[in-house]
Nanobody, 122 residues
Framework: QVHLVETGGGLVQPGGSLTLSCAVS????????IGWFRQAPGKEREGVSCISARDGSTYYPDSVKGRFTISRDNAKNTVYLQMNSLKPEDTAIYYC???????????????WGQGTQVTVSS
């Protein structure tokens, strides 16, 4: 059975850093793209990163570009999201997901983890 489990959320001060982990099981991480999304109260879900399986290419929207970095460790079946220079507006529930395709299309993810809360506050 397909499972994606996010961990690593918590409370961090503005300007701080946090690393999220997405542990996957039930499918081969070598072959499929993984995306990170977030949803804050009153806001639409936003794709914040993706890493492709074909060539390891990555995607970041302007809101996080230069601050967030996605990476994967296929041997550990884990995808990471390193978040630096965090801002209060980064506060959200963060989800990882897969679309069972090699490449990143942020509108086509259909298997999701349960989410982990990230709160950025002084």
């Amino acid at each position: 059975q397909v499972h994606l489990v996010e961990t690593g959320g918590g409370l961090v001060q503005p300007g701080g850093s946090l690393t999220l982990s997405c542990a996957v099981s039930g499918f081969n991480l070598d072959y499929y793209a993984i995306g990170w999304f977030r949803q804050a109260p009153g806001k639409e879900r936003e794709g914040v990163s993706c890493i492709s399986a074909r060539d390891g290419s990555t995607y970041y929207p302007d809101s996080v570009k230069g601050r967030f970095t996605i990476s994967r460790d296929n041997a550990k079946n884990t995808v990471y999201l390193q978040m630096n220079s965090l801002k209060p507006e980064d506060t959200a529930i963060y989800y990882c997901a897969t679309r069972f395709r090699q490449t990143c299309n942020m509108n086509e993810f259909n298997y999701w983890g349960q989410g982990t809360q990230v709160t950025v506050s002084s």
